[in-house]
Each structure stands twice: as C-alpha cells, then as structure tokens.
C-alpha cells in the first residue's frame, strides 16, 4: 500500500526566514511526485511534479527536490501570501492514475 | 478558459436525506475523481472513473454512488448511509500524459 507522509504539520516562519517541508513516501514504482498548494476553503493548485531521484524544479520562491525516499518543498526569503496549506502526493505504477496525499504541511508567514 | 466547476460551494443535507454534489469539466480529460477532505486529515479517495461508463471505488466509497454518462460529468451522491457527511468534498480531473490533477473549488457539505 502506497503511503505518503508530510512533516511538520505547521509551520511558522517570520516573512524572509527560509526553510524546508518534508515528504517521505513509500510508493511502489514512483512514477511522479507532486507538490500542490491550498488556500482555506479553496481546491489544491498544482505546483511541481517531480519524476525521478535528483530531479529539481523552482517556481518564484519555491524548490521542490526528491531522491529516493523523500522530497522537499524549499522556500527561500517567504512572504506573507505564502501562507497556505502544501499538500505532497504520490503515484506509482501499480495505482494507475491515483494519488495518494499526505496530511500536508499548514504554512504560516508572519510579516 | 478550460477547468472544472464544482457546485454547490455550500451544501446542507438533512438527516436521512440523499444529495448530489455536480462535478463538470472542459478539460477534455479521460480521468475524474471525487476525494473527501476533513480536518487534519489529508485527501481520501472516494470514487475515481478512468472512462466513459466505468468507475472504481476508491479507499471511502461505503454510503456513496457516482455515475460517468458523459465524459464532463462525474456527479457524487452523498446517500443517508453515509452516517458522517459533514466535510470537504472536491473534484479532479487528470490525462495520462501527465498525472497532475486539476481540482475544482469545492463543496463544503454539512449535516443540519
């Protein structure tokens, strides 16, 4: 069974202090790794997929990463309009189209 | 502009009573998905339909139902047997080509 595990559940960060949110997965045969965000009361926005080990992509002040077992959602310098909900999920080969989520991680920037 | 529209935002269902929440896309996407949110809990899988006229239950289906008649549509029934409805209901739709789902806003369902 495929499972997906998001670390910490919040987060507060003063505006400019940088950090990471973590993902450890276990997922048969990944075939991908997404990162999504969502703001309360609103439906997931995605973000990043990421494919396979050592694979890295950025969008504004996000970075996601992945190896094998984990993937990292890096934010650099944030802003208060990052304060969000970042929802990781997985897919592998033997769940088709499916996703599994993790809990997510509650982002709270502070000016 | 192509997406997925989720309606009621709000919903309110009396005790014993079915209700159908509408989920419809113009994304030409084969795939549609229903997931539950709640509090402190990630995103639970419902019901998910690869094609026209099939679908799966997901990892929750027990006290719901669904139908795909025509590739846009994919509409859930919250039925009286499920005893604890209250939560966030969203929809998603997704190609094979890339397995990122696009999520439409939502529908927030509460018990009265």
């Known amino acids: 069974e495929d499972q997906v595990t998001q670390s910490p559940e919040a987060l507060r960060l003063q505006e400019g202090e940088s950090s990471s949110l973590n993902c450890s997965y276990t997922?048969?045969?990944?075939?991908?790794l997404f990162w999504y965000r969502q703001d309360p009361g609103k439906g997931p926005e995605f973000l990043f997929t990421?494919?396979?080990a050592g694979e890295e992509k950025e969008k504004e002040r996000l970075k996601a990463t992945l190896t094998k077992k984990e993937s990292f959602l890096h934010i650099t310098a944030p802003k208060p309009e990052d304060s969000a909900t970042y929802l990781c999920?997985?897919?592998?080969?033997?769940?088709?189209?499916?996703?599994?989520f993790g809990e997510g991680t509650q982002l709270t920037v502070n000016p | 502009d192509g997406g997925i529209t989720q309606s009621p935002k709000y919903l309110f269902r009396k005790e014993g009573q079915n209700v159908t929440l509408s989920c419809e896309q113009n994304?030409?996407?084969?795939?549609m998905y229903w997931y539950r949110q709640d509090p402190g809990q990630g995103l639970r899988l419902i019901y998910y339909?690869?094609?026209?006229?099939?679908?799966q239950k997901g990892d929750i289906a027990e006290g719901y139902s669904v139908s795909r008649e025509k590739k846009e549509s994919f509409p859930l029934t919250v039925t009286s047997a499920q005893k604890n409805p209250t939560a966030f209901y969203l929809c998603?739709?997704?190609?094979?080509?890339?397995?990122?789902?696009?999520f439409g806003s939502g529908t927030r369902l509460t018990v009265v």
């Open positions: 997922v048969s045969g990944l075939r991908g």
């Open positions: 999920a997985g897919s592998g080969w033997t769940s088709g189209s499916r996703l599994t």
């Open positions: 990421l494919y396979s």
């Open positions: 998603a739709s997704s190609t094979d080509r890339d397995y990122g789902y696009t």
């Open positions: 994304l030409n996407h084969d795939a």
């Open positions: 339909s690869q094609i026209v006229n099939d679908f």
